[in-house]
């Protein structure tokens, strides 16, 4: 480490921290410690703007439905605008559709890029995505109240269509602005007929521009990404940060078995072309398959379409995705290898055809050794201690892998649950990440040197 450090541990523990940007997490248990546990973070107006921000496509049950490139994505993006205004940030949206604020830094050096994203799932919770988001913005808010100054002008992204509920592709925005997916997805197609090209318009863009919102080779120092665990680790250890080792990879193919439709009550049982009948052995067979290996891999059928859709009429044809996950590409392609021969022959026992194409392709990704050490330090500094992970999601951070050394920091959830309204982290426990984001921002800045 470069002797800039000792300055950096110094402004950590700054007695000149005032006193109204000092907070105290307002709810759960306090998991901080030490008399050098100073937050320069403000907790509360983190707690405020993330439950602000979860009035933009609430649900029922308490969560929110914000698909990436939707008009609620647009509505909440409106918010976290003025938010990052409001912060000083000089902000601009990219032509994928991602957004971007920029504080300058002292020296003329690449970008150190931190955030997450805003959107949600279906029937999502408040804390996946929000919490680097919003958490990214209050970074810069203490920074500026601090007087501190980085090396690195600083970036606040907040990408579009991390969960890729909405055209089938994760980490879509990221994806572009890494140059992994390029003017071939324009012409996709949603559910309503719309494509992506006439989304980037909603969202003021050009489509033939897309290629504008690549991040050229060497314009990031680093990046950072603050977000929720989504699995149990952190809560049944009792350990308030994660430091995320390495990121899965994924794949994913929409299937769709063919069969044939026809009267129920007249057909017998051993003529049917029933492709629902083939789709579910098939689901089947993707769990037999996955569970064979030894290891953490995952493999999920997330829906079932059957048409025609009606008692009485056998379906004819099944559409579903079949999506495979692990550390380990190989392994992934390996099972996908098992998977298909058990697809023949399930669609020669059942008299059905099975075609499957890709939709997705997120390869996996190792956070950078120094950063994960920066993460540590920052915890340490905080009085907290760490555990190390992997991340079974997906985050926009290995899509950054591309580009720069990245880390990621991890907070716990309640109970292991995400993609459900029922996730939730302590408020105690979103500070404690937000203030490890600030205190890594500022080791990572003295530390890289953008080569
Ligand atoms: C996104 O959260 C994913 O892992 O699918
Ligand atoms: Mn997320
Ligand atoms: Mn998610």
Not at 96 to 115: C, D, I, M, T, Y
Not at 305 to 321: L, T
Request: contains cysteine; charged residues 20%.
């Amino acid at each position: 480490m470069r002797p800039r450090a000792f300055i950096v541990l110094a402004i950590l523990s700054s007695p000149l921290i005032s006193a109204s940007a000092q907070s105290v997490p307002s709810s759960g248990s306090p998991v901080q410690s030490s008399a050098t546990s100073k937050f320069h973070i403000n907790s509360q107006r983190l707690q405020r703007t993330i439950e602000k921000l979860s009035e933009f496509g609430r649900n029922p049950e308490g969560g929110v439905t914000r698909l990436g490139y939707s008009d609620t994505e647009l509505a909440a993006d409106q918010y976290v605008i003025q938010l990052m205004k409001q912060a000083g940030l000089e902000v601009r949206r990219d032509s994928a559709g991602n957004l971007f604020g920029r504080r300058a830094g002292s020296e003329h050096l690449p970008v150190l890029l931190f955030g997450s994203h805003i959107d949600s799932v279906v029937k999502a919770g408040n804390f996946d995505g929000d919490v680097g988001s919003l958490g990214a913005i209050e970074v810069i808010n203490a920074l500026n109240e601090q007087a501190v100054k980085t090396r690195h002008p600083l970036e606040v992204v907040i990408w579009t269509n991390e969960e890729g509920n909405h055209f089938g592709i994760s980490t879509m925005g990221s994806g572009i602005a890494a140059g992994l997916l390029g003017p071939e997805i324009l012409g996709r197609k949603d559910e309503q007929g719309l494509t992506v090209a006439d989304w980037l318009r909603r969202y003021g863009q050009d489509p033939s521009h897309l290629t504008d919102a690549r991040i050229s080779q060497g314009a990031l120092a680093g990046y950072l990404e603050l977000h929720i665990e989504q699995g149990p680790n952190l809560e049944e250890a009792k350990i308030p940060i994660g430091v995320v080792q390495g990121i899965v990879g994924l794949k994913r193919w929409r299937c769709v078995a063919t069969g044939f439709a026809n009267h129920a009550g007249t057909t017998p049982m051993d003529r049917r072309k029933d492709a629902l009948a083939a789709a579910s052995r098939e689901l089947l067979a993707v769990r037999d398959v996955v569970r064979a290996e030894s290891g953490r891999q995952v493999g999920t059928v997330g829906y079932m379409k059957a048409e025609p859709g009606a008692v009485n009429v056998i379906p004819g044809r099944v559409e579903f995705p079949i999506e495979l996950r692990d550390l380990d590409a190989a392994k992934i392609d390996r099972m996908w290898g098992l998977i298909q021969e058990k697809l023949k022959q399930i669609d020669k026992e059942e008299n059905v055809a099975t075609a499957c194409t890709p939709l997705d392709d997120i390869v996996p990704a190792r956070t950078d050794i120094a950063v994960q050490a920066a993460i540590r330090e920052a915890a340490k500094s905080l009085g907290l201690t760490t555990m190390d992970l992997p991340s079974g999601a997906v985050h926009d951070a290995q899509q950054m892998a591309k580009l720069a050394p990245f880390g990621m920091i991890f907070v716990p959830s309640r109970d292991g649950i995400s993609h459900s309204p029922k996730e939730f982290t302590s408020w105690s426990h979103v500070a404690n990440g937000a203030e490890v984001l600030y205190r890594s921002v500022l080791l990572v800045d003295t530390q890289l040197d953008g080569k």
